[in-house]
């Protein structure tokens, strides 16, 4: 995150210099400082942060394709007169133990064209399905998959 703040630092500069370079050295340990001092931040979770870039990039990469997917059948559910769709609530349970799986999970689903993450109670997701087709699958999707993988990279180094 050090990095991160001094890359941002120069870049933001448009030049560099030695001031420059320095005041952003000080100015980068100050604000890592901060976070590690009152934002519950430290050096284990920049570790952490690296090991789950590339899940991260993977589950990016993994829902783009979802969308692309959905948007080509909720595409032919309103160009094509004679399918009817067959709107759905689907409830299922999750077993994730982080808040960030389950809203990771619940914006997934509510990106996907054609389905919306209605409630999140506790374990339990309800989600609005346009169609049965769209519905089928999605309490055992490949995001739940790659979440739990995540909350286990991260059970390693907690």
Known sequence: MYLLFLAVWLILNGKVTLEIFVFGVVISAVLFWFMCRFLDYNFRKE???F???PLFVRYFWVLVKE????????FKI???PELQPEPAFVYFDTNFRTGTAKM???????LTPGTITVSVEGDRFCVHCLDQELA?????SVF???LK?????????S
């Open 67 to 74: 969308i692309v997917k959905a948007n080509v059948s909720v």
């Open 136 to 140: 089928d699958g999605v309490e055992d």
């Open 78 to 80: 309103i160009y094509s």
């Open 144 to 146: 739940v998959e790659l």
């Open 47 to 49: 570790i952490l942060l």
């Open 104 to 110: 990771l999970l619940a914006n997934s689903i509510t």
């Open 51 to 53: 090991h789950l870039a």
């Open 149 to 157: 993988e995540m909350e286990a990279e991260e059970e390693k180094w």
